[in-house]
């Protein structure tokens, strides 16, 4: 019998408000997608190589707002690193370091948030 991977939240949160409670359970299904295995594409998930390897976005129009959650799939877990509200066209630099630093704590650490 196969398990769920588990979650593990890096940074961010997925909460009423600010999403609508639609796009709580949007998420809160897609994650779960992905904690079965399930392999995501566009448009509800794009990949994001420049953070790394195995990271994607998953993409929730809420009404009139964007939703970001970063993730990446490891063999043994569904690692996120952020949730934002996308407020322009190109993910900011400063948001994609941040991603990368967070990851590369997450795996020094042993795999520990």
Do not use: N
Not at 13 to 27: C, F, H, N
Not at 68 to 89: C, E, F, S
């Amino acid at each position: 019998m196969r398990t769920d991977k588990p979650l593990v939240w890096l940074h961010g949160q997925v909460k009423t408000p600010p999403l609508s409670q639609d796009a709580r359970i949007e998420i809160g299904m897609l994650l779960r997608r992905l904690q079965r295995g399930e392999v995501l594409a566009m448009p509800v998930s794009r990949p994001m190589p420049t953070i790394g390897p195995r990271c994607h976005e998953l993409r929730i129009t809420d009404h009139r707002r964007e939703w970001r959650l970063i993730y990446r799939v490891d063999t043994d877990a569904i690692v996120v690193a952020d949730v934002i509200a996308k407020t322009t066209q190109k993910t900011p630099a400063r948001l994609l370091e941040q991603c990368r630093q967070r990851f590369a704590r997450y795996d020094h650490d042993g795999g520990s948030p």
